[in-house]
Each structure stands twice: as C-alpha cells, then as structure tokens.
C-alpha cells in the first residue's frame, strides 16, 4: 500500500516560488516506481505538469517547462515539486500520484491522469496578482 500525503502549498505573489512535498510511504520505495504532479483547478480537467521515475529521469509539461523542477530524495522519502516564476494561471490543487512503475509503460501518455491510481489529497496553490 502507498499514502502521498501532500503539503507545503500556500499563497504566493506572481513570480514568486513555493516548493510543494509529498511524504511517500509505504511500498512505494522499495521497487521501481513514477511519481507524478498532478493538478486541477476547480470545474476543469486534470492535467498532469511533471513526472519522475526511481532513476531520476523526468518530464515536464509546456506550460510550466523551465519554472518547475520534479526530484525525489530516498533517504528522506519525499517527493517535491520546485515552482518558480509562478503566474496566477498555475493556481489549482496540487496532487502526488503514483501509477505504472516505468516510462515504457505510459507509451508516452504519462500526461493523462487516468494513469495514476494512487493519489494524495492534495494541497493547494493560490498565485495573487
């Protein structure tokens, strides 16, 4: 079983930074895995803005591209989301989520949500103008 508690969320002045965590436990890190950020603003769909697998390869989508940085650290089991140059359209509910345990296994759809079946319960980003 694994839990993806979320935390570190908060408001923030356009341009600013916050570094959003999830504390991963249980099996996660004992094998291979990814671990995506997803987000969603309320009445919109789910998009997926960064993954990581156990090897540290990444990926990133355009829009947050060079403003976001995914990375992990085993020894403290935590998965982050480093978010700079924030604007107010990056404002949502930020999501850790867990799915297939290798980049092969996406077939380069890592982006769609519906590949994750293990979600925290998210945190929350406010960008203020």
């Known amino acids: 079983q694994v839990h993806l508690p979320e935390s570190g969320g908060g408001s923030v002045p356009a341009g600013g930074s916050l570094t959003p965590s999830c504390a991963a436990s249980?099996?996660?890190?004992?094998?291979?895995?990814?671990v995506s950020w997803p987000r969603q603003v309320s009445g919109k769909q789910r998009e997926v803005v960064a993954i990581?697998?156990?090897?540290?390869?990444?990926s990133y989508a355009e829009v947050v591209k060079g403003r976001f940085r995914i990375s992990h650290a085993k020894a403290t089991k935590t998965i982050y989301l480093e978010m700079k140059s924030l604007k107010i359209e990056d404002t949502a509910m930020y999501y850790c989520?867990?799915?297939?345990?290798?980049?092969?296994?996406?077939?380069?759809?890592?982006?769609?949500?519906?590949?994750?079946?293990?979600w925290g319960q998210g945190t929350q980003v406010t960008v203020a103008s």
């Open positions: 989520a867990a799915g297939p345990p290798s980049f092969t296994q996406y077939g380069g759809r890592w982006s769609a949500p519906t590949n994750y079946d293990r």
């Open positions: 990581i697998d156990t090897g540290n390869s990444t």
């Open positions: 249980g099996t996660l890190w004992s094998s291979a895995f990814c």
